[in-house]
């Protein structure tokens, strides 16, 4: 079944400790992107990848890093978590040929920083 | 990317048809109209997509106008498990290869009822 993967689903930790949320997708897709919803402040892109190796920051990108080394994975690093980045991330995916084409998200993945 | 207008809610009864319609008339040619929809936190769920031909899928048809400034998502048959948060998108499409972020607004919170 073609799907993305997030992984924790929900996360409480504290500030300060690193933490990283991986993101996989199955279907060979080259571009993948990270989001991050607030009450009130929608869907905010945090980054995104146009292919392995090829990562650029999105509207949000302070306080995360991210990292392209296989096409499947993406994974989202918070070095130094704080409470602000108390959030519900999405991963999502989609593939570059035809760019119309629709992305795929993940279920989410609920981080609580205390 | 254009703004987008919707209905910030709306009911409907348990098997009749849904009709959520949306404005966007700032579009540009090469901008298509996408739907996803969000059922309680869960991932955004792609519907239907389309540029300016009428569309019909297994989940829902999409009417666009001919003057493309308005669109309307018809769900034919709603079901309590269409109870969402509904998100029209309008997203340049380019063979450029740049970033395929997407927008989301508000949405409208489509509420079905037995």
């Known amino acids: 079944e073609a799907q993305v993967t997030q992984n924790p689903r929900y996360l409480i930790t504290v500030t300060g400790k690193k933490l990283t949320v991986t993101c996989s997708q199955n279907?060979?897709?080259?571009?993948m992107s990270w989001y991050r919803q607030d009450p009130g402040l929608g869907l905010r892109q945090i980054y995104y990848?146009?292919?392995?190796?090829?990562?650029d920051k999105g509207d949000v990108p302070e306080g995360y890093k991210v990292s392209r080394k296989e096409k499947r994975n993406f994974p989202l690093i918070l070095e130094s978590p704080s409470p602000n980045q108390t959030s519900l991330y999405f991963c999502a995916s989609s593939p570059r040929t035809g760019s119309n084409q629709p992305q795929h998200f993940g279920d989410g993945t609920r981080l609580s920083i205390l | 990317d254009a703004k987008t207008t919707q209905p910030p809610s709306m009911d409907c009864a348990e098997g009749r048809a849904a009709n959520l319609p949306c404005n966007h008339s700032?579009?540009?040619?090469?901008?298509?109209v996408y739907w996803y929809r969000q059922i309680h936190s869960q991932g955004p769920q792609y519907i239907i997509h389309g540029l300016k031909n009428n569309e019909t899928n297994e989940m829902a048809s999409l009417i666009i106008t001919e003057d493309r400034k308005s669109s309307t998502l018809i769900l034919p048959h709603a079901t309590l498990r269409d109870t969402a948060v509904y998100y029209c998108?309008?997203?340049?499409?380019?063979?450029?290869?740049?970033?395929?972020?997407?927008?989301f607004g508000k949405g409208t919170l489509l509420t079905v009822n037995p």
């Open positions: 990848s146009m292919n392995v190796e090829v990562t």
């Open positions: 279907m060979n897709h080259e571009y």
């Open positions: 700032t579009i540009s040619g090469n901008e298509y």
């Open positions: 998108i309008v997203r340049v499409v380019n063979s450029g290869g740049s970033n395929y972020k997407l927008t």
